[in-house]
């Protein structure tokens, strides 16, 4: 059964940084490519940054490159996303997803206020 646990988000500081988790079990996580996506309520989810199988090749939303940061572990099926410089757009619901599986965590919730 595969699953995806996130977690890492909470409330910060604009300028500040966090950096999210993201376990999978029930797959070959190291065989995947893997992706963050964002949610606010109101709008549709937004991809937000892609991992290749074959780390390191990764993609960004152009509203987060530059500031965010998606890594793996394969040893440990970790998948992360490093963010830095937050602003209060980044604020969402940030999930992450195996695309070819179709597979969702439950989501964690990042909040950026002063």
């Known amino acids: 059964q595969v699953q995806l646990v996130e977690s890492g988000g909470g409330l910060v500081q604009p300028g500040g940084s966090l950096r999210l988790s993201c376990v999978a079990s029930?797959?070959?996580?190291?065989?995947?490519?893997m992706r963050w996506y964002r949610q606010t309520p109101g709008k549709e989810r937004e991809l937000v940054a892609h991992?290749?199988?074959?780390?390191?090749?990764?993609d960004y939303a152009d509203s987060v490159k530059g500031r965010f940061t998606i890594f793996r572990d394969n040893a440990k099926n970790t998948l992360y996303l490093q963010m830095n410089s937050l602003t209060l757009e980044d604020t969402a619901v940030y999930y992450c997803?195996?695309?070819?599986?179709?597979?969702w965590g439950q989501g964690t919730q990042v909040t950026v206020s002063a």
């Open positions: 997803n195996v695309p070819a599986l179709k597979y």
């Open positions: 029930g797959y070959r996580f190291s065989m995947y490519d």
């Open positions: 991992i290749r199988a074959d780390y390191p090749i990764a």
